[in-house]
Structures are given as structure tokens and as C-alpha cells.
């Protein structure tokens, strides 16, 4: 698809908050009452950027943009700094795949300069002469071809620069962007949030996803890091056993706190890929309740198994903050909580569920079967000590956890080979199922976060391909998914 359509269509999706439709019904009565007729007009891309700019302004998202300046250099561009922010994140809006799209779908376009400051000589000349008096290789006239020299000036006159040349160029504006400080970037995401958190836009209680995400980049990216990690080769073919291979990624890697409710982040962190997922865990969390202030709570918080760590789920439970966690199959707690099956509470539920359309329609129901375990001892690591020796002293005394084994699901039916999941908490057991439904949706910052960043706004897609481009696009990226 053309880059030009494909970036209307995702400006219009993304930025059409409200949509309105013709009610004849509605008219004929009004016109019959003698009252005035409204009329309804189209927005196009510069209309809706308008509007959107008009809401960053409304609450102050603006002036934070401003202070992401890094006032670097000591001669001052002519070209203001918010400019050059604005148009980038024109680019990120408009879902371009590649950054260089950015000069013929948003530079050429004068509505869209207009905006920003820029007037129509500015989009037609340009705001400087730099490559204007451009001269090919090839200008060299032998003296004895004279036909030479008429093929060499009309080749010279196809090599001029094109009719619109835009403001700025695009390298311009990569190089601007990522000028921009990581620290100034974590400045802007955080105070976002707390003001969306000013505003009402998350609920009184928050119950949280944690999770991290790869950013994958090239081999040849600067600063970034890497790290091996086996996999499995897809082969459709071989059955039975298959030999993992090493597989060498190189990237960087984000850590998100995500409330599936409002669909709003509420911390974020980046780093080298090769970092461990449970090395900024504590942070990003602490981070996510000082941006929501007194304003909310988080009160509960699903993480996946790279997350388990006794010190973290320890420091939670000190919080006052529920946690899932399924448990791994290696250790004593699982082993323990799947002994004791038979003495746990059971629970089970059906849910009925329709399939296919039309004539194929058909119901389905879906049957759930859990055991909730209360007050198991054998999580030795669950505490402010963590795992260590200390577990081995006669007066150690380890601290009750709760669980609750997953017997059946529909993922566990479709998949009958999986191990059975046992799923910690140090929340009440009452209904079990809230405790499966809590671990449940942390499938959704998978789904509803990461996978549409990637696939849809392409945040593997920085200006440069470098630490600091990568990191200012991941920023700005993710911030704008919320702010739209």
C-alpha cells in the first residue's frame, strides 16, 4: 500500500476520537420546528492534528515537549525545537514504516507544515540554501564532443532538487531527535502520566500487568547489546524431540507497567537486552506508584515467571500489593502444591460461547477446574532475605504462601502435553478464580501493547540506528499509543 494512503487511513484511526452519522429523522423535525440545521464537516490530517495538538496543549503536554530540548549546540537554529518535535511525532502517528517516508507523506505537505510554524516558501524552498547549488559528477565537458556538452546540461537540469524540497530535511530531524537525553525522556513519561492521573484517567484501584519486551535491532546498531538464547528451529515436518539451536539477538529491552483498564502505561524503563527481567522490576513498580501519586492505588499486579525473585514478591506483599505469579515447575512449591491437591478447595465454572457466523454458528462452552492450596511452607525464598543459606539454619522459618493449581482450562484442553500451572499469591483465597482471572489478563500487555507497537507503529523502527535513536523512539512511541 502507498505510504501516502496507508498514513491518512492510520492518521484518521488514530486521531477520530468521535465520529458522527446523518439523522434524516432528526433533520425533517428540525427543519419542520423552524430551528437551525447544524452542518458537519470532514477533517482531514491537518484538521485532526489540530485537534490533537489543541488537547496537548489543553493539558499542559506541550510545555513538556519543549523541555526535551537538548540545547546542544551553541549557534541557534533557525528551525525551533518544537517544530522538528511535532513533525516526529506527526511520523509515529502516522504509522510510517520506514523514517524516511517522512519527507514526501509529511514534509511535502504544506497543511501539515502549516501547522508547525512553517509557511509555503518554507515547504517549497526550503528554510536554508544547503543543497540548493548541488552539481552532479559527471559536469565535465570534453571540448572536442560538442554533444556532450548538451546531454551532460540536461543531465545536470534532472539532477536539480525537486520542486518541493520541504523545510527540513529528514536527517535534520533524526539527528534533533535523537539529541534528546534519556533522563528528559524518563522526565516527560513520568510527568505525563501523573498529570492523566490528575485527570481521572485511570481508575481509583489499579490492578496492573508488569511484563518486558525485546526490542530487536541490527548487528550493527551503536550501543546496542546482545545476548544467546537456545531455540527451537520450525520444523513442520520432524515429530518427537527437536535440538534447540543458539540463536545471538542484539537489541534493547523495555520494561512496562500497563493497567489493561484504562489501557494506559504507568512506568517505563530501557535498557541494553542482555539485562535480566527482574533487574529493573522493583523499579519500574516504584516508579509506577510515585506517577500515580494520591490520585490511585495499585492494589494488585500480574507478572510472569522471569519476574520470580523472594525479595521482590516480599517487598509487594510490605505494600499492602497483591501478586500472581505461576511458579516454576523446578521448584519445591510446585511440587508441594500438586501433592496436596487432594486437600485443597476445589472450584470450577462453565462459561458458554458462540462460534463462527451465520449459518455455522454454533455454542460452545468452555469449562474451568481449580484446587486453591492455602499456607504452603516450602517457598523458602519468599522473604526479605531471598533465596540463600540462611534457608539452612535450624531457627529459619519460612513464610506462608497461598496457591492455586489450574487442573483444567481451555488452553490446557487444546494443549493437553503443558505442566499443570500453579499460580502464587499472597491473596486471599476465597474465590480462587479471581485469583486465575487476575494472572489470566496479563496475556493482554502482550496483545494489546507490545505486539501492536511492533506490528502496527513500528517502534522497531527508529530515525537512527543507534542507543539514543532507539531510545527516544521507544519513548515517544509508547507515549503517543497513550495519549491517542
Known sequence: MEP?????????????????????????????????????????????????????????????????DPKDK???SPVPFMGVIYIYLMRIIAGLQFFW???????????????VGFNGRDVRDGTCSRGVGKKSDDSVVDPEEPEQSFVNEADKNSKQPTKIRGPVCPGFIATCVCAILGKALEKLFNQTITILAAHRFFPKKVHALLDASEIESTEKCLGCGKVSKE??????????RIRKVVETVFGFKIWVVWDPNSRLPLALRFTTIEVPDIHLAQEVIQQAILNLGDHASLVSIAIDRGFMDGKLLWWLTSLGITFFIPAKSS???????????????????EKTRTRGAGKNKIAVTDSWELVAIEGLTSAGFYGPLGSGSHQNANDFSPNPINAVVVLSDPFKKN??????????????????????????????IENGLFREAKQAWFIERPP?????????????????MALT
Request: proline share 5%; net charge negative; aromatic share 10%.
Open 231 to 240: 531455540k527451537a528451529p520450525e520444523l513442520r515436518l520432524r515429530k518427537g
Open 74 to 76: 551553541k549557534r541557534k
Open 101 to 115: 517516508h517522512i519527507d514526501p507523506v509529511i514534509l511535502h505537505s504544506q497543511p501539515l507544515m502549516r501547522l
Open 331 to 349: 521448584m519445591d512449591v510446585y511440587k508441594d502444591a500438586l501433592s496436596l491437591i487432594p486437600d485443597g478447595i476445589p472450584a470450577s465454572r
Open 415 to 444: 494443549n493437553p502435553n503443558t505442566d499443570t500451572m500453579v499460580i502464587l499469591t499472597n491473596g486471599s483465597l476465597e474465590k480462587p478464580f479471581a485469583v486465575y482471572d487476575g494472572y489470566d489478563a496479563r496475556s493482554e
Open 464 to 480: 537512527q540506528n543507534t542507543k539514543d535513536g532507539f531510545q527516544a523512539h521507544v519513548y515517544l512511541t509508547l507515549l503517543l
Open 4 to 68: 501516502r494512503y496507508q498514513a491518512s487511513q492510520n492518521i484518521a484511526d488514530r486521531l477520530a476520537w468521535h465520529t458522527a452519522s446523518r439523522d434524516q429523522a432528526g433533520i425533517a423535525a428540525n427543519l419542520a420546528a423552524g430551528e437551525d440545521i447544524p452542518e458537519v464537516y470532514g477533517l482531514g490530517e491537518a484538521g485532526l492534528f489540530d485537534e490533537f495538538f489543541c488537547f496537548l496543549a489543553t493539558f499542559g503536554f506541550d510545555k513538556l515537549f519543549g523541555k526535551l
